[in-house]
């Protein structure tokens, strides 16, 4: 960042500063909001669980230093401003003052720092290595917080939203067994609403933090989660407003179209901004025919990516061009485009060598279907059409989520589908999928693919600790092409999950967290 | 004498099955851990791929705080041990004791299955009685049928079709959930709304049973009508009522006795569909959530419970036996 980045940072902070602290005209204090989570977490504690639902309902409960913008902007979050030294090698927060606990004990910087560098890199996957880059971490008073990098890490700043850097109270935890602290079941954090009952199997019931910081924050008094197994009886639920907000994929993709009907509802695709899921159509680049490019490239001819965007998605999804979400930073368009076409698919297969038995059948492929609900089988059954029309045999094969995670862990499989976050900028995001340094047998998530390219390693490696924008955006514009060439694996879409409210309730959708926001400025009016 | 000698048998024999019972629930809780273990999967790439992260330590901690770590035989030999002292173990999953975790579910099922159970029982034995005793006429044509189509009804269509009639269309029922969250409401007023939300999954629970103690009841109501004692009742001038609660209904009803006594052991466990239709906040959904996460703590802690539970039932059907035909106690039947 240089010195004229670091004045607009600045600005950028004390700009958004008075946007969560003040109350505008027309906001009422009271009311409920009643909405769903699928499926049940098994805890709330967001430090020691980041499954998608208990961040939805931790995110309320749990905050970090910063939230994000739709733009991917950091705005405060707990801290009111931050500092950053033109070396990039020192971060300081500021935080607001008279922050508490829902015990009632003070929030300090001692509770960060605890958090960040005891507990975090402890029991938290992406924050161990985001926080892996720290050297030191400081606390010179209450409000200030010190993180001194060991090297320029870019994303720095992004790396504290509610899930990826979650406060919990030092008093509680120090010198314990953190997952075992049997105050876990009490989830204390400085969020704008506080547990009061979960009842198991059946809701999850938060209620006001009276000791908020933020002047009259929360408005709503209380927010009760609904756990329904049952996509029908979800769908049900909102339309007949015993819930008045749905998130992520409580509602199947086929039954959202029905709800912009519906005159009381609004149906957005905003707040998904900073996870952007990336869909892609995975090829075990081990395994012959998966292991040449010509075949990976046909992968991405013979998909009818519109159509599947249509007709199994149901229009919540947007084609992908390449690795990175044109919702992420420094997505690059200007690659190469792979237009629908059968006729380019197979001459793609006929040059490789890869040609028609007398039967027409090139090949017999299994595709591991993700036991993650209707629409991962119609992309299933869509693809093994898709395949079929080049002469392969797709043959889906089902399994559970355990299966599936062995499975695609342990590099047993061929195909599959997987989505992943984007987390707001590639370094955070996109790198692990494609660097080598991530080929981890046994771990999901990471380049299970198994594709490998130095070039490609060292264009990430460099950008992750780049600070200059415009350099950091020429590596990744470099990276997007040889990926797009290379295909390590089909891109498919950028769904857009939705998000779907009573109108009734406003500024539920304010940030690029949506739904896993604290909700602290939501208001019925 | 023979009334002595019954009570005397029935003791003997209830304390034997006791003898047994302890053996049989060790073996079975041996058969549950491997059968478990049989399934593919590692709870701790579950939570990782639920998290979207993973990384080595992430698993490498999980599966020693689970006791994955440890080889097999290590975990079965501790399994058994926490067993022989009734401890149901914990859920690292839920980060609960599974034994919490399994009583706080246990009474909405027993309400929703015992209930379904129940009235199914009394219904279905009815009209199977009533259409076997009208056996040929059209009466007995109509709950054949009947019964027939809630055979054939798949449970969570039945739900589903429920919901949108009287929920969606007619808006007398709640469509899901034990009970009005967020209301205070006094004891009695709690009850009656427990029970509004109660009777759209008791009926299309016990829709199924009810056909099927129906069918049962009938055939078994027409051969018994055909046996000699019947026809001696009659010959010896007995009337119709007392020919039918005096001597049919009680011998018709062993059968019936066996496939409840089979069935009562399901109650416990839950019923997955209806419970995932209607929200109902049960076990059997815990059971089945406990599957896909390959929560084995919870999972086998269920197994056992269920397996003792159907033991203990099937040693209370035999005993039921004894009780409606004494011949049973002499080895004469």
Request: hydrophobic share 45%; glycine share 8%; with cysteine.
């Amino acid at each position: 960042m240089n010195r004229r980045e670091f004045t607009q940072a600045m600005l950028a902070a004390g700009a958004a500063l008075p946007l969560g602290i003040t109350r505008a005209a027309g906001q009422t204090r009271g009311g409920t909001l009643n909405t769903i989570i699928q499926p049940e977490p098994p805890l709330l504690v967001t430090a020691f669980n980041q499954q998608q639902p208990t961040l939805t309902l931790g995110g309320k409960i749990y905050e970090s230093l910063l939230k994000y913008g739709a733009d991917l902007k950091p705005m405060p979050g707990m801290a009111q401003s931050w500092e950053i030294s033109p070396d990039g090698l020192t971060y300081t927060f500021k935080l607001f003052p008279n922050i508490t606990f829902h015990d009632g004990k003070p929030m300090t910087s001692e509770d960060v720092v605890f958090s960040c560098m005891k507990v975090l890199t402890e029991t938290h996957p992406r924050a161990r290595q985001n926080f892996a880059r720290v050297a030191s971490a400081e606390a010179p008073d209450p409000l200030t917080v010190v993180f001194k990098l060991k090297q320029p890490f870019a994303p720095f700043l992004g790396c504290f939203d509610c899930t990826s850097a979650p406060i919990v109270p030092k008093h509680i935890y120090e010198g314990t067994d953190f997952r075992k602290n049997p105050l876990n079941d009490k989830a204390i954090g400085t969020g704008p609403f506080k547990l009061k009952e979960w009842v198991r199997g059946s809701h999850v019931h938060l209620v006001r933090h009276e000791g908020y910081y933020l002047k009259d924050q929360p408005y709503l008094d209380e927010i009760i989660y609904r756990i329904i197994p049952d996509s029908a009886s979800r769908a049900l639920a909102l339309e007949n407003g015993t819930v008045q907000l749905v998130q992520w994929a409580d509602i199947e993709f086929f039954d959202v179209q029905r709800f912009k009907a519906q005159k009381n509802l609004e149906v957005t695709t905003k707040g998904y901004e900073y996870f952007a899921p990336h869909q892609w159509l995975e090829m075990n680049n081990r395994i012959a025919p998966m292991n040449d490019k010509r075949f990976r490239q046909a992968v991405m001819h013979l998909i009818d990516r519109d159509a599947l965007a249509k007709r199994v998605y149901f229009g919540s999804a947007k084609v992908a061009t390449g690795p990175i979400s044109s919702k992420t930073k420094f997505y690059d368009g200007k690659v190469k485009r792979y237009d629908y076409s059968i006729e380019k698919a197979k001459a793609l297969l006929d040059e490789m060598g890869l040609k028609p038995d007398a039967n027409g059948k090139r090949a017999e492929i299994k595709y591991v279907v993700p036991p993650y609900g209707e629409s991962y089988q119609r992309a299933g059954e869509f693809f093994r059409q898709s395949f079929a029309r080049v002469g392969i045999d797709l043959v889906l094969v089902g399994t559970d989520m355990a299966g599936w995670a062995e499975k695609v862990g342990n590099w047993d499989y061929e195909m599959t589908q997987n989505l992943l976050y984007q987390l707001g900028d590639p370094a955070l995001g996109v790198a692990r999928t494609y660097v080598s340094s991530n080929i981890k047998k046994g771990i999901l998530f990471s380049n299970t693919q198994g594709y490998s390219n130095p070039e490609v390693d060292k264009l990430f490696d460099e950008a992750a600790v780049t600070l200059d924008e415009a350099r950091r955006q020429e590596l990744y514009s470099r990276v997007q092409q040889i990926l797009v060439e290379d295909v390590p694996v089909a891109w498919t879409l950028e769904l857009e999950y939705p998000i779907i409210y009573d109108k009734a309730f406003k500024n539920v959708v304010s940030t690029g967290i949506g739904s896993h926001e604290t909700f602290g400025a939501v208001y019925k009016s | 004498m023979i009334r002595l000698g019954n009570a005397a048998t029935i003791g003997l024999m209830a304390l034997s099955r006791i003898a047994q019972l302890i053996a049989v629930i060790l073996l079975i809780a041996t058969f549950n851990f491997v059968l478990v273990r049989a399934a593919p999967g590692d709870p701790a790439q579950v939570m990782a791929g639920q998290s979207g992260a993973s990384d080595p330590k992430l698993l490498e901690d999980l599966r020693k705080e689970y006791g994955l770590d440890k080889p097999y035989v290590v975990q079965l030999a501790s399994y058994l041990g926490r067993v022989v002292k009734l401890d149901l173990g914990y859920s690292y999953r839920q980060r609960r004791p599974v034994a919490d975790l399994v009583l706080e579910r246990l009474p909405a099922t027993l309400l929703l299955t015992v209930t379904a159970f129940c009235l199914a029982l009394l219904i279905g034995t009815t009209l199977g009685a009533l259409a076997g005793l009208a056996a040929g006429t059209v009466l007995d044509t109509v709950f054949t049928v009947l019964s027939l189509v809630l055979y054939a009804t798949p449970v969570f269509w039945l739900g589903l079709m429920l919901v949108l009639v009287f929920s969606v269309t007619l808006g007398w029922l709640p469509p899901f959930g034990y009970e009005t969250i967020n209301v205070k409401l006094s004891p009695i007023e709690r009850a009656l709304d427990v029970a509004k939300h109660l009777i759209m999954p008791v009926t299309s629970l016990a829709a199924i049973y009810l056909a099927i103690y129906a069918r049962l009841m009938r055939s078994s109501i027409i051969e018994v009508a055909q046996q000699d004692f019947i026809k001696t009742a009659r010959a010896k001038g007995l009337t119709g009522p007392s020919i039918v609660f005096g001597h049919m209904l009680r011998n018709a009803l062993v059968p019936v006795v066996t496939v409840a006594g089979m069935q009562a052991g399901a109650l416990v466990g839950g019923a997955v569909v209806i419970e995932t239709v209607f929200a109902w906040p049960g076990l059997g959904r815990l059971t089945f959530d406990a599957l896909l996460q390959r929560d084995y703590p919870v999972l086998l802690g269920i197994f056992l419970i269920l397996s003792i539970v159907v033991i203990v039932l099937n040693l209370l059907t035999d005993l039921i036996y004894k009780l409606i035909d004494p011949r049973m106690t002499t080895g004469a039947a």
